[in-house]
């Protein structure tokens, strides 16, 4: 009788251990320097959006400003109505509307339209000017039409960095004027007369010459 074969299996040969391998000194120095390169140029990319975000924000804040200053000047101008008032008690008349772009202040005007939230014990109608400050072209404004010369102004920078402020008139004529009342011409015919329209030329250091006409009622 023959000896049956053996189901067991084998003892599988002994495994040897592979050699773990490192990364060497000079693959870890590769990496880190290219690591720092990528991360500079991650810098570089964020730092320039930083930087042009900045730019944008303080254009979007100076356009802004000259929106609001020509919304504020042209509105005065719009609603200008022919009303002369009195500096003192026995001052003589000053028109309705007066400028010029050498006079201090270049533009005086009454306009009406002045709202009034409180319900105050006063009209609607309110005598402002403009004029430049150094740099400045500020907008004055009064309480009171008829006044004495103690009471002041209340002051508002309309922009800052002015070059010039100029200002130029259109006639009934169709003419234009570099002052109103106009030169040579009657003052009393011109206390109650308002010109047509006016040009303001406002030049600003960092935007240039920016000029509006504005049509009078």
Request: zero cysteines.
């Amino acid at each position: 009788m023959s000896a049956l074969p053996s189901s067991r299996t084998p003892n599988p040969e002994p495994r040897i251990p592979l050699p773990q391998r490192g990364f060497t000194l000079l693959e870890i120095l590769v990496a880190i320097s290219i690591f720092a390169v990528v991360a500079a140029m991650a810098y570089g990319g964020l730092n320039g959006i930083l930087r042009q975000r900045h730019a944008v924000r303080a254009s979007m804040n100076e356009l802004k400003t000259l929106q609001q200053g020509f919304t504020i000047l042209s509105r005065d101008l719009s609603q200008a109505v022919p009303r002369q008032i009195r500096d003192t008690v026995d001052a003589m008349p000053s028109p309705a509307l007066a400028g010029a772009t050498q006079n201090i202040p270049a533009l005086v005007l009454t306009h009406g339209g002045w709202t009034n939230p409180l319900g105050d014990a006063r009209s609607t109608l309110q005598r402002v000017a403009y004029e430049l400050d150094g740099d400045k072209l500020v907008r004055l404004s009064w309480l009171v039409l008829d006044r004495s010369r103690e009471i002041e102004p209340l002051r508002q920078v309309l922009f800052d960095n002015v070059v010039a402020f100029r200002l130029r008139f259109l006639d009934a004529a169709g003419q234009w004027q570099q002052q109103w009342p106009p030169l040579n011409q009657p003052a009393q015919e011109y206390l109650e007369r308002l010109p047509r329209a006016v040009e303001v030329a406002v030049d600003l250091k960092d935007v240039g010459l920016i000029t509006r006409v504005v049509e009078l009622p």
